[in-house]
């Protein structure tokens, strides 16, 4: 082994991550291409750039990104602290000036005496391997060479795509006197069934098969909700996205201005259902598929969007049964590098079959600044450990934030997709079920901290 860390990647988790090894007196060499080359969202030839928003959401506890940031301030985050001195008037979240946080992140690298920045594009990862020990950190729009080589090394048929994913809603949010369990045509009447074996048959299956929650829809509801899907506000790609991003994936807005039946002939077809509660047919059905083995979380089924976050928020609640839905992930549609992390990375995000190669950052498959950051410091936490113990010791507690994003991209999942910080993700508290959701989520926040003062 040499003597010194290989970091790819000047953002928010190589940076983090360089600095934390940087701090235990241990050499790291940082790659950043900029400013020779860049990436078609950046410009700022500074570490640790910031292109979608300033924002790093809530700072409350009751708010599970506002609970990570809690998390990494005890863990001494350099990007957290940052990100605080940096701060910008914005409510109850933590919203920063982009420009001088940059700026203070690169100053902070520099002047660190066992860090060094090496700016050029890297395009030899395996070379670097018999180096030592490698951290890949470059991010959703990790350059072509290098993202054909990690295609090469993690056996992956491909590395990026062009994402379209759909919101994802807590179950505990849902209105359940309007929404209902089954599956189509296992929940539709047959002819030779009463009402009464009809209703038992439901209430059997309901019990046994929950991976699908339906809302049904009047015709007046949903001709309401068409007329404000239609009419929302969307994001504004970036050029380079154009091209390719609805190739094979059409945006739910997109397919409802070709008529306002389209959709009753798409992911709202009401066909194979009878509403149990009315007996008859909806005129248009959205569905919800679990999403995740605990069955607290559910994906809305065809509702892939581009539509900005505060429209999803405003539009979809209009969905009978979603008044109050809580969203702990956005629909997206944008390019988006990651690995099949659930296949292939361990809870520390070192890669299983290569011991000395690890991954941080949204090439992992979480998403967003903080869970970035997160992604970093575990990494660093671990390489530190195998040098100075010769094992890892860094596997944070899924009661905690840090911990539950490490589990989820570490557990084995066929329709393994990008995700951010959410209650959903963490497990439920033990003893009496806490209806009053902010008490809920104080209890969770609880039970976390207490978490990581044990690893401290």
Known sequence: ?????????????????????????????????????YTPAHSNENLAEIVCSNSFKSNLLTNACGLLKEELRMLNSLLINIADETRVPAGQALAVDRELFSK????????????????????????????????????????????????????????????????????DSIDFDIAFYGDRYVQEKKKEETEEEWKQRLIKQSKAEQSYINLPMSKEEYEQFWEELVNAEVVTLHSFEKKEIFEGCMPIEIMAKRGIDTLRYGPLKPVGFDNPRTSKRPYALVQLRQDDKQASLYNMVGFQTNLKFSEQKRVFCKIPGLKNAEFVKYG?????????????????????????????????GVEGYVESISSGMVAALNIIDVLKNGVKRHYF????????????????????????????????????????????????????????????
């Open 1 to 37: 082994m040499k003597d010194y860390i290989t970091v790819i990647g000047g953002g928010l988790a190589g940076c983090e991550a360089a600095y934390q090894i940087a701090k235990q007196k241990i050499k790291v060499k940082l790659y950043e291409m900029k400013p020779q080359k």
């Open 104 to 171: 203070r992140v690169t100053d902070e690298m520099k002047k660190n005496p066992y860090i060094e920045i090496v700016n050029e594009e890297v395009t030899n990862l395996k070379q670097l391997l018999k180096n030592g020990i490698v951290i890949v950190a470059t991010g959703p729009l990790t350059s072509d060479k290098l993202a054909e080589e990690i295609q090469e090394i993690t056996s992956q048929d491909k590395l990026y795509f062009y994402d379209a994913a759909a919101p994802i809603i807590e179950k």
């Open 332 to 364: 997206v549609m944008h390019r988006n590098t990651y690995i099949n992390s659930s296949q292939l990375l361990d809870e520390t995000y070192n890669l299983k079959k290569i011991p000395n190669l690890y991954f941080a950052g949204q090439i992992t």
């Open 397 to 456: 507690s899924e009661y905690t934030v840090i911990g539950a994003l490490a589990k989820y991209i570490a557990t084995p999942n066929n329709k393994f997709q990008p995700m951010n910080a959410n209650f959903g993700i963490l497990p439920e508290l033990e003893g009496k079920k806490i209806n009053d959701k902010k008490e809920k989520y104080k209890k969770m926040a609880e039970r976390s901290l207490k978490a990581i003062k044990m690893t401290l």
